[in-house]
């Protein structure tokens, strides 16, 4: 199952520094996209969500980025703390899909340096 | 601020036996979700549960597995005769809408 795809294991930044962070999906049918953050040993929290009828969403520091057409987003993180070194998952909800299953990427590491 | 809980955080059971993991989600959501993780791998969906009632299953959740909400707070995963392959982090969540709140999981490990 390759529905949504993150082909960055890990990623390292510089605090201060913009993260981004990269998710495709191959679903036309998705038209509600998430992000979550994950320490080890705890679940995953929400971050920050995106309609298919936007291209951009933005909150504090944490901006979501959608392009529909080559079926991409991604997640901005600006000015990068330490604190936001964890492990990022992009997920995805389809409109046939009743219950809301969220269908996830693998995952991205990202290690923000002091 | 409201979050969902997991009980135990970590379940050590025997291949073959039954195991019950609990959850309480937020008190006003209305759909709730089972996943699990399998170490190395993507998270991944096994039910979703709405108005005392399986709303949609995975192939993962077969006949070993049931859920039940037994009154109005508690949610449980009951996977029936444990095996190997059954080790893993499950997660609860519940949602109003499209965001769902995790808790923090519950590690299952089958000897």
């Known amino acids: 199952d390759q529905q949504v795809k993150q082909n960055s294991p890990s990623l390292s930044v510089q605090e201060g520094r913009i993260s981004i962070l990269n998710c495709d999906y191959t679903?036309?049918?998705?038209?509600?996209f998430l992000w979550y953050k994950k320490y080890p040993a705890e679940g995953p929290t929400f971050l920050i969500s995106i309609s298919s009828i936007k291209d951009k969403n933005e909150d504090g520091r944490f901006t979501v980025f959608l392009n529909k057409s080559a079926k991409h987003l991604s997640l901005h993180i600006v000015p990068s703390q330490p604190g936001d070194s964890a492990v990022y998952f992009c997920?995805?909800?389809?409109?046939?899909?009743?219950?809301?299953?969220?269908?996830f990427g693998e995952g991205t590491q990202l290690t923000v340096n002091p | 601020e409201p979050e969902v809980t997991q009980t135990p955080s970590h379940q050590v059971t025997q291949m073959g036996q039954e195991v019950i993991l609990r959850c309480v989600p937020i008190?006003?959501?209305?759909?709730f979700y089972w996943y699990r993780q399998i170490l190395g791998q993507k998270v991944e969906f096994l039910v979703s549960?709405?108005?005392?009632?399986?709303?949609?299953k995975s192939e993962i959740f077969d006949d070993q597995f049931s859920v039940e909400r037994p009154d109005g707070s508690n949610f449980t995963l009951k996977i029936r005769s444990t095996k190997l392959e059954d080790s893993a982090m499950y997660f609860c969540?519940?949602?109003?809408?499209?965001?769902?709140?995790f808790g923090p999981g519950t590690r299952l490990t089958v000897t």
């Open positions: 969540a519940s949602s109003l809408f499209y965001e769902q709140y």
């Open positions: 997920a995805a909800v389809g409109r046939e899909t009743s219950g809301s299953r969220l269908t």
């Open positions: 679903n036309s049918m998705f038209d509600y």
């Open positions: 008190s006003n959501h209305l759909y």
């Open positions: 549960f709405y108005n005392n009632e399986i709303s949609e």
